[in-house]
């Protein structure tokens, strides 16, 4: 595994001859130093925050156990296949995802620019959640958490803590001690009037994002020499804190109970629900990478579930419970438990609910933490996994934005690797300013409904049919065969071909039917910002169609001749000199 994987001279396909564009000499592209410098890179790119609290959430809201039913088919016919023709497509073509496109469609290049458009969005509002994140470590160095007790200057009267305690009393007011400390300590949206007025700049957080970014310079500024080693930490400490953080939640009271819950299939929930070298074996990694990606949810979940089962424990609820939603309660996605105790206290029982989206990283596992013996020891491993994970997939997406730009750019970037991803870093910083003020966690939640949602996948759509239909899956599966020595099977053609993209429109479709408003700690959004926020995804989007017609304009001859030339792969003459990073995914 740590040897220097060989380098070809270049695919077989596409030689010199009459007709055929020349390719300007490229600059010497870097080379992962070993395979498991691209391995840990790759993961840790696919294993993000969203591992620790979407999957374990959506698994409590959609029967427990038995949504890994549809969750496997999911990875088995859409995720895998998708994933497979990514590190195909970047491995035999060695460019970034805007170039690639002339070897493939040269029409829909635009999905290149809509890629990377969607990377700036995502880096605009994910590293906001990390510096978050890096305020809570700071803070957990502390013999007592701060968000342990009700003693704090930032609390309210309505603060009540509820641990350890019987007969509490909650009413529709009630915050628990983690919840105001997330939003009057951490976000202080007290202080924003919403999206009319977001407020001025937390400089704290302000002070926490310029150091994520530092990090996040020093490791991309000389390409995959630096971030391949830095993934070896980052990649890797996750599972250690994941391993001890599991260990501890199994030895808690009542951890069995969110096992269970976790394990027992509930069919009526689940029916109730909508649902690098050039011969390198990209076939192994891309099954390596899932495999890894799914056992990190599965994993997640087990540490998340015990906690849940720990807090049912000791408020003596089912874990259950808390996938009841009750029209009197707080249903805003990022909602506090308190809140949603009074609403069923007349019913004689309470809620136990686990929060949508990051709250179930800054207040439910926190709360739980603060509880335990040894808090401040669990406090500090668990925010620094959450900072090790958010920073790997942070690497993964810019690495890919500058790949993309340097390869369309050779001649002006090729010597300015440097100052370019300054300069890209800047733009990010400058970008997530908006995330930083009072009201940042309402731009942040737009940001992620909007910035990376439904656009993501549309793109992905048209490029897995650009790819199988009109690149043609017999050439993909020549391509993959000059790597690999073997022609994908029956399976990976049938999926590439219908059954990606028929599943990849029918959430793309479900996503654009169904769109509830948008609400964050009670805060309705308005109407104008859903608008926006359509502008948002739809900025990205446009790239397509827009190119297109660029394309067909400045391309001469008939409407015929045009279509013709423009969904016809380019032949290049490719420099014998050229070294393939090979290693990476297309787009």
């Known amino acids: 595994m740590g040897e220097r994987c060989p380098v070809p001279a270049g695919p077989p396909q596409h030689d010199g001859g009459p007709g055929a564009v020349p390719v300007p000499p490229a600059h010497p592209r870097d080379k992962w130093s070993k395979k498991m410098d691209f391995l840990l890179s790759v993961v840790g790119f696919a294993v993000d925050l969203g591992n620790v609290w979407r999957f374990p959430y959506i698994c409590y809201q959609n029967g427990g156990g038995a949504f890994l039913i549809p969750y496997t088919l999911m990875a088995v016919f859409g995720g895998v296949p998708l994933f497979y023709m990514e590190l195909a497509l970047g491995q035999f073509h060695r460019t970034g995802a805007i170039p690639i496109w002339k070897h493939i469609c040269p029409i829909f290049k635009g999905i290149g620019f809509a890629i990377c458009i969607i990377g700036l969005y995502v880096s605009f509002y994910y590293n906001t959640i990390i510096a978050w994140a890096l305020y809570y470590f700071y803070s957990s160095f502390s013999g007592t958490l701060p968000w342990a007790s009700c003693d704090n200057p930032w609390n309210t009267p309505n603060c009540t803590n509820y641990f350890g305690r019987n007969n509490v009393t909650w009413t529709n007011f009630s915050r628990s001690p983690a919840e105001e400390f997330y939003t009057r300590k951490v976000l202080e949206l007290q202080k ?41 930490v980052t990649a890797t400490l996750p599972y250690l804190v994941l391993l001890i953080l599991l260990l501890r939640g199994a030895t808690l009271p009542g951890a069995w109970r969110g096992v269970l819950f976790y394990l027992r299939p509930d069919w009526g929930k689940l029916l109730s629900t909508a649902l690098q070298p050039f011969h390198n074996n990209c076939y192994r990694d891309a099954l390596i990478t899932s495999a890894v990606n799914c056992l990190t949810s599965f994993l997640s979940g087990f540490v998340i579930f015990t906690v849940l089962g720990y807090m049912a424990e000791m408020r003596d609820v089912e874990v259950e419970d808390g996938c009841m939603e009750d029209s009197e309660a707080r249903t805003a996605p990022l909602c506090a438990i308190p809140a949603l105790l009074a609403s069923t206290q007349k019913k004689g029982k309470t809620n136990l609910h686990p929060f949508l989206g990051p709250s179930l990283l800054f ?10 013996v040894g808090s401040t020891f669990f406090a500090i491993i668990f ?64 940001l992620e409904e909007f910035g990376a949602g439904c656009s993501i996948l549309a793109v992905v759509l048209l490029e897995t049919i650009a790819v199988s239909w009109f690149y043609g899956i017999q050439r993909f599966s020549h391509d993959v065969k000059a790597m690999l020595g073997f022609t994908p099977g029956l399976f990976w053609k049938v999926c590439w071909v219908a059954i990606s993209p028929a599943l990849l429109a029918f959430i793309v479709a479900s996503s654009l039917l169904e769109q509830p408003p948008l609400a964050l700690f009670g805060y309705q959004y308005p109407a104008w910002s859903t608008s926006l926020g359509h502008l948002i995804g739809a900025s990205s989007f446009i790239c397509i169609p827009v190119y297109m017609v660029y394309k067909l304009v400045w391309t001469p001859g008939s409407l015929k001749q045009r279509l013709a030339v423009c969904i016809r792969p380019e032949k290049t003459v490719r420099d014998p000199q050229v070294e393939a990073v090979g290693m990476e995914p297309a787009l």
């Open 383 to 446: 925010f620094l996994m959450m900072i090790t994970l958010g920073l790997d997939s942070t690497f993964g997406g810019l690495e890919a934005v500058i790949t993309a730009v340097m390869d369309e750019y050779p001649q002006v970037l090729a010597r300015h690797r440097e100052l370019f991803v300054l300069g890209l870093i800047t733009v990010c910083f400058l970008g997530s300013l908006s995330t930083l003020t009072y009201g940042g966690a309402y731009v942040v939640k737009l």
């Open 363 to 372: 207040i439910t596992y926190p709360e739980a933490i603060a509880n335990m």
């Open 192 to 232: 924003s009037g919403g999206l009319y007025n977001v407020g001025g700049i937390r400089w704290q957080l302000l002070l926490c994002l310029f150091l994520i970014f530092t990090i996040v310079y020093f490791s991309l500024w000389k390409g995959v020499k630096t971030s391949g080693k830095v993934v070896w």
